[in-house]
């Protein structure tokens, strides 16, 4: 079948950089049981380093994989590939298969959060617990029977003494149906915050008016003065900056900062007079910061999490240096819990494969894409594609990915099920576990969110297609026949 002599070419000098790779000390330098795993992961980056568009057009017209669904089995997948179009070539051997990509995957997924109590070729559900709410024995009772595979617990909003408590609760409640259910507990990390001034909750912001970012208990400059809670952003933010406020809903761009005071100039607001309130998140993604990942209140958390928690959340992950980090607390502290690994900065995308490459120090963690945050940090443009990037190289290091953050948030507030929200759904059908926020319709939103990923998964498996058949097409065949 040697009908295109560049296309072999090109396919063989990528196999030749897959055996390369094989002995390359990123590979080794990672948890034995995470070798071959280091070793696809590199290759894949090998073959996404290329633009392949052309190179597929061929295969696939050649009725060939054109290695756009085999981010699990890359080196297997091309050596399959290269035995059809050249037979007389001798690739090299490849220890993972499709089988084996896919199934390291499954096994890790269920070694991190345990058996499914729904089908299983459906994501986990993770829901996060409502301080509000789980005081009451059916609350618990009704997430663990609508299919609640892990409780996630969020420091940002919960205190010791409430954590302790919802913990007790569910084990309870988990005794009380028979239902098994993982414990997650999510470090807040260090999410910059606004803080109103004296008595006031909230202050009004009209587009084009200039506010004042200041440190803490400073004294108020003007009456459009916000706080901040994380001093050290003024040592590095900038004239030009952006600066987005309550998810992103306030836009605007730094013009002075005097030190302890910055400038911002407001662009853009959610409605004409709008209010910016106390305890909203403050993102700038164009300015480097120096915040530490772990902060003394994590480290604190961190103890409760190393006494009841089957999961870690780590929040705002940058670089490696933030792995190590935590990585030594946790050994401080006797601590031998998977961690997840919240992708939620610009930073943290861009630095992706080498966040990857230092968590396989261990055998076994998981991956959070944190939609929230990182939609502000990356722009709601690209989140769509970066989303699907992390997807694929996740797979293609065999790591289970938790898809978060307003997944069906408007049915969950509301009562109420949009068509894009739906979309989005379908999209986080792709992961191993999916992640809802509390809301008045809990119970109605996992319903909905439960049905929706087991039709989808029904024709697909990751992002690979499937062809179940169809009543559709059987309904046609059944009417002319």
Known sequence: MNESPHLV????????????????????????????????????L??????????????????????????SHIHYQLSKVLGWLCPEYISN??????????????????MLIGPKNQPTETPYLMVTIDEKAFGDPRYFDQLLLHGMNVARINFAHTDEATARSMIAALRESSAR?????KIYMDLAGPKIRTVIPGNKKKIKIQAGEIVNLCTLNSEPRDKKTIWVSEASIFQTVSPGDRVFIDDGKFYGIVEKNDCDKVAVRILRTPQEKAEIKSDKGINLPDTQLNTPSLTSEDIKHLRLAGEF?????YSFVRKR????????????????VPVIYKIETSEAVENFPDLLIEAMREPLFGVMIARGDLAV???????????????????????????????????????????????????????????????????????????????????????????????????FLHKIQ
């Open 321 to 336: 240096e933030d792995i190590k980090v935590l990585r030594s607390h946790m050994r401080e502290l006797n601590i031998q």
């Open 93 to 110: 051997p490849c220890s993972i298969d499709d089988f084996t990509g896919r199934k390291l995957i499954a096994d890790r997924a269920e």
């Open 309 to 313: 928690a089957d999961l870690i959340g």
């Open 377 to 475: 940090e990356i722009g709601f443009e690209r989140l769509a594609e970066i989303q699907e990037e992390l997807l694929w190289l996740a797979e293609a290091a065999h790591i289970p990915m938790i898809w978060a953050t307003q997944v069906l948030e408007n049915l969950n507030k509301t009562g109420i099920l949009t068509r894009s929200e739906i979309s989005d759904a379908v999209m986080a059908s792709m992961s191993e576990c999916v992640m809802l926020n509390k809301g008045r319709n809990i119970h109605q939103t996992m319903r909905t969110l439960s049905d929706i990923l087991q039709r989808e998964t029904s024709h697909r498996q990751k992002k690979r297609f499937t062809m179940r058949s169809l009543s559709i097409a059987k309904r």
């Open 177 to 181: 149906v028979g239902i098994a259910c």
């Open 9 to 44: 070419k090109f396919l063989q000098d990528l196999e030749h950089q897959f055996c390369q790779a094989e002995a390359s000390e990123i590979c080794t330098a990672v948890h034995e049981q995470m070798r071959s795993s280091a070793k696809n992961l590199y290759k894949y």
């Open 46 to 71: 090998i073959l996404r380093s290329y633009d392949m568009r052309q190179a597929q057009q061929e295969l696939h017209h050649l009725g060939l994989s054109s290695l756009a669904a085999a981010e």
